[in-house]
């Protein structure tokens, strides 16, 4: 071994010809006559050597012991954040974007999303960091310090879309400025900070490559020796990889110096980087604040039984925040589903709710006790986040002891060319709050948008949201004329549907239409076989509505002509919702 040792420079040992690296006036490595010395060296040093004990001491020089994690993790903690870019584009691209920028960036950008998700995410120690990633423990550490952090954490704790949003925000300001910095860095001259990281990171994937090239080409001679033969060509490419292993691991050593020293001798690089990465919570705060007034007032938020793709919740937001229409709707929909569940709950309060069993899932607020124990102490707060994520954690069940509703639910609701602006605003709104409504009572859902004729067939099923769809057709414009038949055909199709048995409707518009006697006679009929309710819903914000033609298809009408109507008269919300969660 202690040739081996000869051949392997311990650590801060220069390589051979290098000395102080490039400030020096030796012979550059690369040269021939240097190259050939070095190799002369290598190969003296390499022989009558184990091939086992060369390639466990590369591994052991790689340090992949010692964590490249600045936030105290465990596995699982990573694939979910996996997960978490697979399920978003923009965020591949950030991460990408920024490792291309400083290798350390992936590593960086998972600290991130953790010290803003856990609840109480703890630093890895500096000493038990990877020496190459040791920055990332000193950014973390800044960011994490600043006062604003705290603020954005608040926001994101246990809140996985929320941190995914804020780091998006941080990697779109944080990228801009160190792409801006490397170029910065260059230009004054001398070594830098990326260089000198990335240099050692690509060292250490070439030693990584090398390890495995000869632990493959050792396998292989092995599985020849055993069979009686040899091949020549083989043993010069493992004696050749050797050789370059031995040669990557010496310069291992000098790109280790160089970093410390970089980091050491430019404090203002340091400080510059630290800066970049800080430069986006402020819009962050703002954003996810943005963006969680969003989903509360729309309703978009994961719950016990409801699941809420990651994707379509991110595609929702963004068109929210974005489009001026939509943002119109935001807290009409919010005050009408604050009504709905009102008039929902007045009907069964406090107390109503009632274990049933033991089940698993991921709500830490309806855990067994000996589950909650677990955030006690560090090590096992670990387990209960990662049986939190996997959905695993035993907690109780529990049911409603309140009267059950009837069923589904199906809304039509009219997008003609007279229901554009206010109208149409009140009538998805309404539409979007009957859907809550329905989500949180486990009850299936269609939207059924008329004019002339069927625009849209929406169907919801119970414990399911897509965010995406609903911002959609709130998105769809209001053109065309009137016709009530098309869409309560359609109503009597869904009521076919296994799904949508014992549903009831719910039937949206601001104005009259012409409906045939055959039709209503036929509809008349199935609506005694199958006893279902209908509600009509007057929209008569121009005080011009009429409810002639509704009469002659529904059990219950009831006009609104203003929010206050809502907000202010207890009787009108009563009517809107009543019937909701009741049986008829």
């Known amino acids: 071994m202690d040739d081996l040792n000869n051949m392997i420079p311990m650590d801060g040992e ?12 030796a012979e550059a490595p690369d040269t021939p006559r240097v190259k050939k010395q070095h190799k002369q060296k290598i190969q003296a040093n390499l022989k009558g050597k184990n091939i086992e004990e060369i390639l466990n001491l590369a591994q052991r020089q790689l ?50 999303v953790l010290a803003l998700y856990k609840n109480q995410p703890e630093m890895v120690h500096p000493d038990d960091m990877h020496p190459s990633y040791k920055i990332n423990h000193n950014l973390v550490d800044e960011i994490t310090s600043d006062p604003q952090f705290d603020v954005l954490k608040d ?12 780091s998006e925000i941080l990697h779109d300001k944080a990228i801009e400025r160190l792409n801006e910095l490397r170029e910065e860095f260059k230009q004054n001259g001398g070594d830098n900070i990326f260089d000198a990281i990335n240099d050692a990171i690509a060292n250490e994937e070439e030693i990584q490559a090398l390890i495995d090239k000869a632990k493959a080409a050792h396998q292989l001679q092995q599985q020849l020796a055993q069979a009686g033969q040899t091949n020549n060509q083989l043993n010069q490419i493992t004696n050749q990889t050797l050789l370059d292993l031995a040669s ?71 068109k929210l925040m974005q489009s001026r229409k939509l943002k119109k709707f935001t807290d009409v929909i919010g005050a009408m589903k604050e009504l709905a569940m009102k008039e929902q709950k007045s009907k069964s309060r406090i107390g109503a709710l009632e274990i049933d069993s033991v089940t698993t899932g991921d709500d830490v607020f309806k855990a067994l006790p000996s589950e909650r124990m677990m955030l006690n102490n560090n090590a096992s707060k670990l387990l209960l986040y990662k049986k939190m994520y996997e959905g695993s954690l035993l907690q109780y069940r529990t049911v409603s002891t309140e009267k059950k509703g009837r069923g589904p639910i199906v809304v039509c609701v009219d997008i003609s060319g007279s229901m554009d602006g206010t109208p149409e605003i009140w009538a998805k709104s309404f539409a979007v709050a009957l859907l809550h409504v329905a989500q949180t009572q486990k009850r299936n859902y269609c939207y059924i948008s008329f004019e002339s004729k ?42 076919k549907d296994s799904r949508f048995r014992k549903g009831d409707i719910v039937f949206v518009t601001d104005g009259n239409c012409s409906i045939s006697e055959d039709f209503l006679r036929d509809f008349k009929k199935v609506k005694e076989d199958k006893e279902f309710f209908v509600r009509s819903i007057i929209i008569n914000t121009d005080n011009w509505a009429s409810d002639e033609s509704v009469k002659l298809f529904s059990d219950e ?16 919300a009563t009517q809107v919702f009543r019937g909701i969660g009741d049986d008829e």
């Open 557 to 572: 009408i009831i006009p609104i002509s203003s929010l206050a109507d809502l907000k202010n008269g207890e009787e009108a």
């Open 155 to 166: 926001y994101c704790t246990m809140d996985l879309f929320s941190s995914a949003v804020a």
């Open 63 to 112: 340090r992949n012991d010692l964590s490249k994690y600045s936030i105290d993790s465990i596995p699982v903690e990573h694939r979910m954040i996996r997960e978490l870019e697979d399920m978003s584009p923009i965020m591949q691209k950030w991460v990408e974007r920024g490792d291309s920028i400083i290798k350390t960036y992936h590593e960086f950008s998972d600290d991130i």
């Open 248 to 318: 990557a691991m010496k310069i291992a050593n000098a790109h280790k110096s160089r970093l410390e020293k970089v980091i050491q001798n430019s404090p203002d690089q340091l400080q510059k980087v630290q800066d970049a990465m800080k430069e986006g919570l402020s819009e962050a705060i703002n954003t996810v604040s943005e963006v969680q007034k969003y989903i509360q007032a729309w309703g978009f938020e994961s719950g016990e039984s409801i699941r809420v793709p990651f994707q379509s919740k991110m595609t929702a937001v963004k």
């Open 454 to 495: 069927v625009r849209d067939v929406f169907i919801q099923e119970k414990g399911y949201l897509d965010p995406a769809a609903v911002v959609d057709i709130c998105e769809r414009s209001c053109t065309g004329g009137t016709n009530f038949e098309e869409p309560l055909k359609k109503a009597l199709e869904v009521l």
């Open 14 to 25: 220069p390589i051979d010809g290098q000395g102080e690296g490039a400030s020096g006036n």
